[in-house]
Nanobody, 121 residues
Framework: EVQLVESGGGSVQAGGSLRLNCAAS????????IGWFRQAPGKEREAVSC????????TYADSVKGRFTISSDNAKNTVYLQMNSLKPEDSAVYYC??????????????WGQGTQVTVSS
């Protein structure tokens, strides 16, 4: 059974940092693009960042460019999202999602359960 398990969320003051982890199991890691999405109450789900594991290509939403960094540890089947200079508007439930063999993150195949990030001003 494929599982994506997020961890690392929490509460932090504006300007602080958090690192989110997405541990994947039962997938051929290199075949996937894995991304982070977020959803705040009353708002649409937003794509935050994506990494295509096979070639390491990354993408970011304009709202997080220069502040967030996505990376992967292929030996651990884990994707990380390092979030620096956090703002209150970054508060949301963050989900990781895995898409097979399309080279981009659309959130079609598998989702994690989400982890809450709260940034206070």
């Amino acid at each position: 059974e494929v599982q994506l398990v997020e961890s690392g969320g929490g509460s932090v003051q504006a300007g602080g940092s958090l690192r989110l982890n997405c541990a994947a199991s039962a997938i051929t890691f290199d075949d996937y693009a894995i991304g982070w999405f977020r959803q705040a109450p009353g708002k649409e789900r937003e794509a935050v960042s994506c990494i295509n594991i096979g070639d390491g290509r990354t993408t970011y939403a304009d709202s997080v460019k220069g502040r967030f960094t996505i990376s992967s540890d292929n030996a651990k089947n884990t994707v990380y999202l390092q979030m620096n200079s956090l703002k209150p508007e970054d508060s949301a439930v963050y989900y990781c999602a895995a898409d097979w063999a399309i080279g981009k993150c659309l959130g079609v195949d598998y989702w994690g359960q989400g982890t809450q990030v709260t940034v206070s001003s």
